[in-house]
T-cell receptor, first 116, second 118 residues
Framework: KAGVTQTPRYLIKTRGQQVTLSCSPI?????VSWYQQTPGQGLQFLFE???????NKGNFPGRFSGRQFSNSRSEMNVSTLELGDSALYLC???????????????FGPGTRLLVL | AQKVTQAQTEISVVEKEDVTLDCVYE???????LFWYKQPPSGELVFLIR??????QNEISGRYSWNFQKSTSSFNFTITASQVVDSAVYFC???????????????FGAGTQVVVTP
């Protein structure tokens, strides 16, 4: 089975621009979570989508948004980029079947975003 | 408040030595999962092991073993006979089953850099 894929792998943008990152989950997985990783803040949860609905959201400003499509693929968008948005953005997928929400998440290779 | 604490920033060992990574967590939930992930320089987080809160049995899987103790809220991870390929950052993570604000959310420690030299 193919793993989680993310595109693009690297991205350079300038302040004020917007960016869209894409994530394709493992086949059969319906839940997609997004994380931001920076040297200063570590790994932080952005949001989680299941069946095209955002079920949970982390503590990030409204400039960070996402969506999920009917095939479970997900995109996240960051508008009005700031220097501090430079980070590794990771997405993870899981089956989405557990009533408790407790499942193993499998991660993609990430998108490295540099904001100049 | 930090829910997962990895006090060790970096551990350096010589190949074939054992490496033990410490993890202390905090939760009020009675149902939760604990994980260890490995992040090599390429950046991808690789799932290693998972433990649920109801199973304190410690296990060994190949060169990996873990020690889960609810009494001390610790979930330590050991690599036996380390190899150069084990060099990476290792993250401990907590997933809680509580309120809806836990859905799909892993809470990570700061990570421990493991350096294995030949």
């Amino acid at each position: 089975k193919a793993g989680v894929t993310q595109t693009p792998r690297y991205l350079i943008k300038t302040r004020g621009q917007q960016v869209t990152l894409s994530c394709s989950p493992i086949s059969g997985h319906r839940s997609v979570s997004w994380y931001q990783q920076t040297p200063g803040q570590g790994l932080q949860f952005l949001f989680e989508y299941f069946s095209e609905t955002q079920r949970n959201k982390g503590n990030f400003p409204g400039r960070f948004s996402g969506r999920q499509f009917s095939n479970s693929r997900s995109e996240m968008n960051v508008s009005t980029l700031e220097l501090g948005d430079s980070a590794l953005y990771l997405c993870a997928s899981s089956l989405g079947l557990a009533i408790s929400g407790l499942e193993t998440q499998y991660f993609g290779p990430g998108t490295r975003l540099l904001v100049l | 408040a930090q829910k997962v604490t990895q006090a060790q920033t970096e551990i350096s060992v010589v190949e074939k030595e054992d490496v033990t990574l410490d993890c202390v967590y905090e939760t009020r939930d009675t149902t939760y999962y604990l994980f260890w992930y490995k992040q090599p320089p390429s950046g991808e987080l690789v799932f290693l092991i998972r433990r649920n809160s109801f199973d304190e049995q410690n296990e060994i899987s190949g060169r990996y073993s873990w020690n889960f103790q609810k009494s001390t809220s610790s979930f330590n991870f050991t690599i036996t006979a380390s190899q150069v390929v084990d060099s990476a950052v290792y993250f401990c993570a907590l997933s809680e089953a509580g309120a809806t604000d836990s859905w799909g959310k892993l809470q990570f420690g700061a990570g421990t850099q493991v350096v294995v030299t030949p």
